[in-house]
């Protein structure tokens, strides 16, 4: 990996970086769109290479369990086996301990998982996870974490975040035998719940084996947890992660929560909401997002946004014509994927743009006047952009401040 700064907002934590790997550059920050059983859900690798999008998501635990690996070598690895010639990253299947819980057991040699197929049993150590991951051959690979939701408190948020430090000793030892130090690079996921003084301790910890690492990821969050604890706890890490590397905040997919966490100092995220949310129905928008099962967009020939480059835009697909498919056809679910996709991209490149121009602090005000309107901030936004310098009701004194609620959005696509 080639890591390098290329701009910094001088009022926020943000920053533009060019993160170059063995399958190409990326720009940073950038939002990596899931594609958990290699492929993006209605979507060819092809289309969404045509998007633009050059950086995406596979998980370890399920292309393990289907096609396999014996599948996957015989293929070349993942990426000829699911035709795309650009970068990509791997979860290492932690994240299933939290949604598949009831299929799992934790102990200290790794996770013994059920199959949710056929209830055939798995072992998943840190060391057959960098195996699955070194056969998958993404780019980027992630150490295997103990990890619970960040609901849970008491002793077990402590017994996994130091888990998750043995098992990142495993990883990289494993990593470091595999010979593939030089075409994958593995990242540690940091954990401790919403415990300040856990995060602190992993975070000592993991700082510790920089070395050895080659980005950091902030682990454990979008699990319903208060909006108000999400951003400290993410503010908390980025501010002490080294300043030499990538930091990856797991599973953050709503446009607020994304230009936060690049304030606050994030480059990398990624989350199912853009896609799954265009199978519900629903377009993203710089105004919000727009229902189109809603009756009011019956007669409604406008494209969903003027001047979006997607395809669904750009070919004069009208949000009645969507409107009129949405319930009927899987063509409704493709166009609005690519939107959203469209849409998170425009997003994260208008905050480079920014950035590298030195306006990123107008650019998170016009965002969020557009995006929310009149109905007002929610409060942990405001709150979370004032501690990095930038207040959003500076110039709307008379907009109200809304209290936020936490969402809880997968990681993986079920």
């Not at 960098?130 to 980027?140: E, F, K, L, P, Y």
């Not at 002793?155 to 595999?178: F, K, Y």
């Not at 019956?298 to 014509?321: H, N, V, Y």
Request: hydrophobic fraction near 40%; aromatic fraction near 8%.
């Amino acid at each position: 990996m080639e890591f390098e700064i290329l701009a910094r907002c001088p009022t926020t934590k943000a920053r533009v970086s060019r993160m170059k790997l063995a399958h190409g550059v990326t720009a940073l920050p950038t939002f990596m769109p899931v594609a958990t059983q290699a492929a993006i859900k209605g979507l060819t690798a092809q289309q969404v290479e045509a998007l633009g999008i050059n950086l995406i998501l596979n998980n370890t635990y399920h292309l393990n369990l289907r096609p396999g690996m014996k599948i996957l070598k015989e293929a070349g690895g993942a990426h000829r086996f699911q035709g795309w010639n650009h970068n990509l990253l791997t979860d290492s299947g932690g994240f299933q301990l939290v949604s598949l819980s009831k299929f799992t057991k934790i102990t200290e040699e790794g996770a013994l998982f059920s199959s949710p197929f056929d209830g055939e049993l798995t072992m998943l150590t840190p060391e057959e996870s960098m195996a699955i991951q070194h056969t998958i051959g993404a780019d980027i690979i992630m150490q295997l974490d103990d990890v619970v939701s960040s609901l849970t408190t008491g002793p077990r948020v402590g017994e996994a975040m130091w888990r998750t430090i043995r098992w990142l000793d495993r990883c990289i030892e494993a990593h470091e035998q595999s010979g593939k130090t030089d075409v994958q690079n593995l990242f540690a996921i940091v954990q401790g719940g919403l415990d300040p003084d856990l995060r602190d301790q992993c975070l000592e910890e993991m700082i510790k084996r920089r070395d050895r690492v080659a980005g950091y990821a902030i682990g454990g969050l979008s699990g319903g947890e208060e909006k108000d604890v999400f951003w400290r706890v993410i503010k908390q890490c980025a501010d002490k992660l080294p300043d030499d590397r990538p930091r990856y905040s797991m599973g953050i997919g709503f446009a607020e929560d994304l230009l936060v966490c690049v304030a606050l100092g994030v480059d990398m995220a990624d989350c199912v909401f853009p896609t799954r949310t265009a199978r519900f129905g629903v377009a993203l928008t710089f105004n919000g997002p727009m229902n189109l099962r809603s009756a009011k967009y019956a007669s409604d020939f406008k494209p969903i946004t003027e001047g979006c480059p997607c395809p669904t835009c750009s070919d004069g697909t009208t949000r009645a014509m969507l409107h009129h498919i949405v319930a009927l056809e899987t063509a409704a679910a493709h166009a609005l994927t690519q939107h959203n996709l469209v849409f998170q991209a425009r997003v994260m490149g208008g905050a480079r743009d920014a950035i590298m121009a030195g306006t990123f602090p107008q650019y998170l005000k016009t965002f969020f006047a557009n995006y929310f309107g009149d109905d007002g901030y929610p409060e942990w936004c405001v709150n979370a952009l004032r501690s990095v310098g930038v207040d959003l009701l500076e110039d709307r004194p008379n907009v109200k401040i809304i209290p936020g609620q936490g969402v809880k959005w997968d990681r993986a696509e079920p």
